[in-house]
């Protein structure tokens, strides 16, 4: 599997074609919406909250098949969680994001996300793979 | 742009001895031989300018302008004969070549002096450029961010109207609005000599004529004509250009403003500070005369002068036939994107548009950013994104699109390079999906 390749998981694949979560709804408690100025993508994350806690996230956005599985994959995984433990996951995430392959992806904390770890290899993905959990962490610091 | 109809192109063995000057252009990336088609964005550099850079360096690296000793002297004679070069390129005198950070900064250099005329400042010379409430700025929808900003903000500075030329369903400017929108409220029009997206070439001389009828000046971002065609100023008759030295073959952190002596001389400075006053006092200053009235500060020298050898460079193969070398690569681009099945060029495409050597892509149901991958394994190097001009992308119904950008040392095979590779990525796409 050559570099390319390996960035376009059918994990990926699979929530691009069939986004979780996507589609904005009424009574969201906390709103982000974030954009990649270098190449216009977006993502508006809505969280509905019940004291510390994410009881459903709705997602909508437009951009590349990174930063729009990256948003479904997120938005699957947030509902139940504290913003302790949502915030826990960002950190991780961004940390193996940020390491250019070196800290891998874990599995076990961040389950489908670990198929973004393609990402991590190059610079410019990044921020696309980024895009949805920073509109996380924006949205449950409005809290 | 006289000569570039009739100039040669250049031949197979011209341009494998230019490719032989571009030592970047052996690289390998992703285990593919480069095909590098970013040049619009930046352009490589050829042997000659790295070394004049660093023979600046090593030889004769000195401050400018200042100091009795035999260094600072030569530095300094380098360092305007580079303006001179540069000037006699570009069709404009030495005293109207402005050093710049890039095009940017040379725009903002515009915008901000007229401000501060706005401002009072510059006394009555600079009167004549106030602008107020009722008073319009016009620019266009095809502009480079850089050529769009610094007019939206000097318009809510000065109270000015921001109006723009809007462009058609396939991205051509409407000029047929344009008796519309300049009127005697217009006082500067701003326009792209050439699109950055679309490739297309604007008339600068008629419509610097229409503005100038009705008393606008006219500032033109020539970042993507000045590299590309044969660019005479003064017959073009615009009051202001921008262009930077990195899309030129020369360094990055150099570009220069053009302004016509009447303007330069009138107008206030926008950087104030040292190495640009005659007299300074606790109550205020007494500016020098342009250019240096508009060069505060330390000055990019390596830069300036490495950007003089790229003139060189380019004088030496000659830009008319450089022109004509990318006008034959547009072409085939244009050609060959359009037979490829799912491929939006944005743009106009017809036979008679003037264009240069580039050309953006929409694929419906592909972002720019994942085709940009695909290629990047192939070693071929394209933009993705906006480029800098997101108006004109919304207005085409996208946010980011796919341009490869040709120059002198781009061969036929790279052009189809990418034009085989592009169907390949489209289909690896459409497979996933």
Redesign the interface.
């Known amino acids: 599997m050559n570099e390319v390749e390996s960035l376009y998981q059918d994990i990926i694949v699979d929530h691009v074609k069939h986004p979780r979560r996507q589609g904005l709804r009424d009574g969201a408690t906390v709103e982000s919406h974030q954009l990649n100025p270098t190449c216009g993508d977006e993502i508006t994350l809505q969280l509905v909250l019940d004291g510390d806690r994410i009881v459903d996230a709705a997602w909508t956005g437009r951009g590349c098949m990174v930063s729009q599985s990256s948003a479904s994959i997120l938005a699957e995984q947030l509902p139940g969680l504290t913003a302790a433990e949502a915030g826990e996951r960002i950190e991780s995430f961004r940390a193996s994001m940020r390491s250019r392959g070196e800290i891998p992806v874990d599995e076990d904390l961040l389950g489908d996300a670990v198929a973004l770890e393609g990402a991590a290899k190059f610079v410019a993905r990044v921020k696309c793979a980024m895009l949805a959990w920073v509109a996380a962490e924006d949205a449950l610091a409005k809290r | 742009m006289s000569g570039t109809a009739t100039a040669e192109m250049l031949s197979a063995a011209e341009l494998a001895t230019i490719r032989a000057d571009f030592p970047i252009l052996a690289e390998r990336v992703?285990g593919h031989e480069l095909v590098y088609l970013d040049w619009g964005a930046t352009a490589q550099r050829p042997r000659q300018v790295i070394d004049a850079e660093v023979d600046y360096v090593e030889h004769r690296n000195s401050a400018v302008h200042r100091g009795a000793h035999t260094l600072a002297a030569e530095a300094t004679e380098e360092f305007e004969g580079a303006r001179a070069k540069v000037a006699a390129f570009v069709g404009a005198d030495e005293d109207e070549i402005v050093w710049t950070s890039n095009a940017t900064e040379a725009l903002n250099a515009v915008a901000y002096a007229i401000g501060n005329a706005s401002a009072g400042r510059g006394g009555a010379a600079a009167a004549r450029y106030r602008l107020g409430p009722g008073d319009e700025i016009l620019a266009t929808e095809i502009e480079h961010h850089a050529n769009l900003i610094p007019w939206q903000e000097l318009a809510a500075r000065t109270g000015a109207t921001f109006r723009y030329v809007p462009v058609d369903d396939e991205g051509a400017l409407r000029l047929d609005l344009l008796d519309g929108l300049l009127s005697a409220r217009t006082r500067l029009f701003a326009f792209t000599h050439v699109s950055n997206v679309t490739g297309q070439v604007l008339p600068v001389a008629e419509l610097t004529a229409r503005a100038h009828a009705v008393g606008a000046l006219v500032a033109l971002d020539a970042c993507q004509s000045a590299p590309h065609l044969p660019l005479d100023l003064h017959a073009l008759g615009v009051d202001f250009a921008a262009f930077s030295g990195h899309k030129m073959l020369g360094p990055t952190g150099v570009g220069a403003l053009y302004g016509r002596r009447e303007h330069l001389t009138a107008l206030p400075p926008f950087l104030t500070g040292g190495s640009m006053i005659t007299t300074v006092t606790m109550e205020g200053a007494e500016f020098l005369p342009p250019p240096q009235r508009f060069e505060a500060g330390t000055q990019r020298v390596s830069q300036a002068i490495a950007l003089g050898a790229a003139v060189d460079y380019l004088d030496a193969v000659g830009v008319d036939r450089i022109a004509a070398h990318e006008a034959a690569l547009g072409r085939r681009l244009v050609e060959g994107l359009r037979a490829i099945d799912g491929v939006r060029i944005l743009g106009p495409v017809g036979d008679g548009v003037e264009r240069t050597g580039l050309a953006a892509i929409d694929v419906p149901g592909i972002?720019?950013?994942?085709l940009g991958?695909?290629l990047?394994?192939r070693g071929i190097a394209v933009r993705?994104?906006?480029h800098c001009a997101?108006p004109l992308?919304r207005r085409l119904g996208t946010?980011?699109s796919t341009r490869a950008s040709a120059y002198l040392a781009t061969t036929p095979d790279e052009v189809d390079a990418y034009l085989a590779a592009l169907p390949e990525a489209i289909e690896?796409?459409r497979r996933?999906?």
């Open positions: 992703n972002h720019a950013h994942d991958q695909f990047d394994s993705v994104g906006h997101q992308h946010t980011a690896f796409f996933l999906a």
